[in-house]
């Protein structure tokens, strides 16, 4: 491996996070206690007199606090609030989902749902308002249903993005072992959805055997339905684009795979709140060997994240790491139009720090590489008439370098890359 | 298309037929149009953008990525009443129905800035009075009215929440199907329910269910939970590692979405052989339970009939609803849990109906069926034998 990064094989030899060694295992209550206080912190920073917060990974972040994993409406009718207020001990959770409440969450800061989505009962959430905040209060929220805008008002209501992002974009090294643990169970369950890969399988199929077997091994839940998109060859043959450049990702259908098709995987679970990200490229086939060209994509793919990794380390702007991925592409910006060459990953699937984003690169030149950084490298290595090689590598920065948080297998194309 | 068949059973199936029958999606996303358009119309709303989404899916039938979870506010479909158009978050047409035009998507970005400026080219939106949202966020409701339009953002709840209440033949027809795989779900999990087995290898069977089927998308990852035969059974939520007992008594509550809609069915069963003492009568007090809820499932009555029918079958208010309602997802109404006592039944809307009894040293026992109201009683979407 390179630089000054280790490897999951090397994960005891001491990488640090302000100065803290990464544990294999997280201790839960310490990385709570230390979120809230990065909370605290920001809004302190930032005059802000607290929080009320209704998104699942915000709630999830500020609280520590699991909830059954729920498809839109149904988590949206039954979702949990949570309140933070500055200068407060612990944060405020209002909940059905009792079995999930973190056992040290104070019994004084645990209170019944409060359904945000209707206006019945909106005088129970103004009451919990006005235990917390003078009328008047700079409250930072996430998220606004209209019998909230209609229920509670007497608050100077800001954006909460800019406290929680502040927050989350630097991760403890409690929060860096619960995705490498997420990202663990995901690609052990992949294992055996790729040895079911074969001409005939379906992409639902895919989808059965990985979600039994993350279950299995102890997801906390699924994220995201799994993708298996099967890639044309060429762009003209792939879906019709806003921008001319690839589709990605399209939705999981009982789509028969064939010989020959390859499919760009991408899978999140989560576990302990924390969400993996499974990218790689696979090849169906009875006897799946990538072909020289296939092979020699996936070494250009190799090369782009080594170029980014060969700099990465605190004090490296997120615009340098773009620059030079796109020169170890010969120049060619190696990610699709609508996405990034890099993402950070946390109680979200997909948050900051963003790499390469219609931000633009102003925006990316204020993104500086501090040690907690979580970033997700997923850069598209397009072979027109070819396809292409797709895959992700998750590294949290560290005080000197980075560690890597998902393995170094990239079946069928090669392992240890 | 087919005559209608007299065994809506051959409609229970997700592969197309040769002969058209089963769902006709092109009608029923028309009829759900033409129901949104006049809402517009009869609460002065000239256009609605909409985050959530079950309402994403209602105005534009597009196949969205699934994902667990609330995500904050953010314009994912646009209806303009003028143009009659729809727009859809989309950068490709993947997944997008045909009546939904190239120009009529707009898409994929991480600026919100550049999202406004997107939404500020579609025809008709910067001209509107009112626009009708389903939810806010201080940076959207600034930036929406900076760079998109001038217009009063109301509430489109009026339109959409009554759209989606009453359902369309073809919706029902979703839902059956949705109920018949939620079925098959749990008579994998049956088959899997033995002592030894944890909730989250049962949670992992339903998976390998739902999803062999083609439905991968778990409306609730809360489908088993055992209860406790210590003190008071509380209803759970969350799989634990814990091996199920021999003589505990597990509820297996799975749900299935198709083409959006949810259907889904709880019941409780015994681990092994021996039941707890006790038993019988907590399943019969569950099912007479049920069975008043049931009763009281009729047009014109009431979330407080429920309630009533509730106490009067001798039991106190309970921690989980006691209905609500079932579509895209769960809907409003919700009556139980200190909600709901004005809500007025409709024929036509479909409801998530549940009794959830615990009795201490015993257990607790859950109940639930997919129900439709109907002009005398309901029927139930959902069939399964009882404990």
């Known amino acids: ?417 | 298309m087919s005559p209608a068949p007299r065994d809506r059973g051959v409609l229970v199936g997700m592969m197309g037929l040769e002969d058209d029958a089963r769902v006709d999606f092109g009608r029923l996303r028309a009829q759900r149009r033409a129901k949104v358009l006049s809402g517009m119309e009869r609460h002065d709303l000239d256009a609605l953008m909409l985050g959530g989404v079950g309402d994403v899916r209602y105005v534009s039938g597009a196949r969205q990525l699934g994902r667990t979870g609330v995500l904050p506010f953010a314009p994912a479909a646009v209806v303009v009443r003028e143009t009659g158009r729809v727009h859809v978050l989309s950068t490709w047409d993947e997944g997008v129905p045909p009546e939904i035009r190239h120009d009529d998507l707009y898409g994929i970005s991480w600026n919100p800035a550049n999202l406004a400026a997107s939404l500020a080219t579609i025809p008709g939106l910067r001209e509107s009075r009112r626009v009708g949202t389903d939810g806010l966020t201080p940076m959207f409701a600034s930036l929406l009215s900076q760079l998109v339009t001038s217009a009063e953002l109301v509430d489109a709840a009026p339109v959409m929440v009554t759209a989606r209440r009453t359902k369309t033949s073809d919706e029902i027809t979703c839902l059956d199907v949705a109920s018949a795989i939620a079925e098959s779900a749990m008579s994998a999990l049956e088959s899997a329910l033995m002592p030894g087995i944890t909730e989250r290898e049962l949670l992992a069977v339903y998976y390998e269910s739902v999803a062999s089927i083609g439905a991968p998308v778990a409306p609730s990852e809360s489908v088993c939970f055992t209860t406790s035969t210590y003190g008071l059974a509380g209803f759970r939520y969350l799989a634990s590692d814990r091996p199920v007992k021999d003589g505990e008594l597990v509820v297996l509550a799975p749900c299935a979405l198709y083409a959006g809609y949810e259907g889904g069915l709880a019941r409780t069963r015994v681990t092994g052989r021996t039941a707890p003492p006790g038993t019988a009568d907590l399943a019969s007090r569950c099912s007479r339970s049920m069975d008043a809820l049931m009763a009281a499932c009729r047009p014109g009555n009431t979330g407080a009939d429920l309630y009533r029918a509730w106490e009067s079958a001798g039991n106190r208010e309970t921690q989980v609803p006691l209905a609500h309602g079932l579509g895209l997802g769960a809907e409003p109404p919700l009556i139980g849990m200190g909600r709901g006592r004005d809500a007025t039944l409709e024929e036509g809307m479909v409801l998530s109906v549940q009794s959830w009894i615990a009795e201490e040293g015993v257990g607790g026992c859950l109940e639930r069926a997919t129900v439709r109201i109907e002009g005398g009683a309901p029927s139930t979407l959902t069939r399964y034998g009882r404990l």
């Open chain 1, 1 to 417: 491996m390179c630089g000054e990064g280790r490897t999951i094989d090397g994960w005891s030899a001491g990488a640090t996070i302000g100065g803290s060694s990464i544990p294999a295992l997280p201790e839960l209550a310490r990385m709570r206690r230390e979120r809230f206080q990065r909370l605290q912190d920001q809004l302190h920073a930032q005059g802000v007199d607290g929080l009320v917060l209704l998104g699942s990974s915000s709630v999830a972040y500020a609280t520590g606090a699991a909830v059954p994993a729920q498809d839109g409406d149904r988590a949206a009718l039954f979702r949990p609030v949570a309140i933070v207020g500055e200068g407060d001990s612990a944060p405020h959770l209002y909940t059905q989902y009792v079995d999930g409440v973190p056992a040290d969450l104070p019994e004084d800061h645990l209170h019944g749902p409060l359904f945000p989505e209707l206006d019945e009962g909106m005088e129970l959430f103004a009451k919990a308002l006005a235990e917390h905040f003078q009328a008047g209060a700079r409250v930072g929220i996430d998220d606004q249903t209209h019998a909230m805008l209609r229920g509670l008002q007497g608050y100077d209501w800001v954006d909460a993005s800019a406290v929680m992002g502040a927050a989350k974009i630097i991760k403890t090294r409690d929060e860096v072992a619960c995705i490498r643990k997420a990202q663990h169970i995901n690609e052990r369950a992949m294992v055996d959805a790729l040895a079911i890969l074969r001409p005939g399988i379906r992409q639902i199929d895919l989808s059965a055997v990985f979600l039994r077997r993350a279950f299995e091994l102890g997801a906390s839940a699924n994220a995201i339905d799994p993708i298996w998109q099967v890639m044309a060859p060429t762009r003209e043959l792939g879906p019709w684009t806003l921008h001319g450049d690839l589709a990605y990702p399209t939705v999981t259908t009982d789509r028969l795979l064939r010989e020959g098709d390859v499919i760009w995987v991408d899978a999140g679970i989560t576990w302990e709140g924390y969400a993996s990200d499974y990218g790689r490229t696979w090849v169906t086939s009875a006897d799946p060997v990538p072909n020289y060209r296939q092979q020699a994509q996936f070494r250009r793919w190799r090369t782009v994240v080594d170029a980014a990794l060969d700099i990465l380390k605190p004090g490296v702007s997120a615009l340098s790491l773009g620059k030079a991925a796109i020169e170890a592409n010969g120049g060619v910006r190696p990610w699709i139009e609508h996405f990034y060459l890099a993402h950070g990953v946390g109680t979200d699937s997909a948050e900051m720090p963003l790499i390469g984003t219609d931000f633009g690169e102003q925006f990316d030149e204020k993104i500086v590489m501090q040690p907690g950084m979580v970033v997700v490298f997923e850069p598209v290595i397009w072979d027109e008439g070819a396809a292409g090689y797709r895959s992700e590598d998750i590294v949290a920065v560290t005080d000197t370098g980075w560690v890597k948080l998902s393995g170094s297998s990239y079946d069928p194309y090669g392992i240890s890359a």
